[in-house]
């Protein structure tokens, strides 16, 4: 599941990005308005700012991110991060179930490979984003499906 083009590309962008963001900043604080005019600048500012931050987050994870899924105990984990740090989701795994490898059709249009876990309301859970390699979705269906017997 590398993405190092797509990491590289949003890293460049970032970079970019959040140096023209701090070209302007430091012009609004070193000019002679008011405060008033760069406090309300400066909230019209706070997306851009949020997106200062978001992209390269996102670039060093697809860059160096890794998936961990864990299972036991009547559930699994499947952690998304870098390090220690990342976001970690939960989902019901008693080993009844059949993981299977489903198709979702990306907005970009590219073809992504998820992992599919039945869950107990009827919905799959579904993780993977950002693969588009088959046979990574169906080793870790494999594996869970061994785990299950």
């Known amino acids: ?36 005019h760069a406090a309300v600048l400066l909230l019209f500012l706070l997306p851009f700012v949020l997106a200062g931050i978001v992209v390269p987050v996102m670039g060093l994870l697809l860059l160096f991110g890794r ?20 976001w970690s989701w939960r989902f019901s795994f008693s080993g009844k179930e059949t993981a299977r490898v489903v198709e979702v059709k990306s907005s970009k249009g590219a073809v992504l490979q998820l992992v599919a876990v039945p869950q107990p309301g009827g919905k799959d859970f579904r993780f993977g984003w950002g693969n588009q390699d088959v046979q990574v979705a169906e080793y870790i269906c494999a594996w869970l499906n061994r785990k299950s017997v």
């Open 1 to 36: 599941m590398v993405l190092g083009g797509e990491g590289l590309a949003l890293m460049v962008f970032a970079a970019v990005w959040d140096s023209a963001l701090v070209s302007f900043l430091s012009d609004i604080f070193s000019s002679s308005i008011s405060n008033m």
């Open 67 to 86: 998936m961990v899924v864990e299972v036991g105990r009547g559930q699994g984990t499947v952690f998304r991060g870098i390090g220690p740090v990342g």
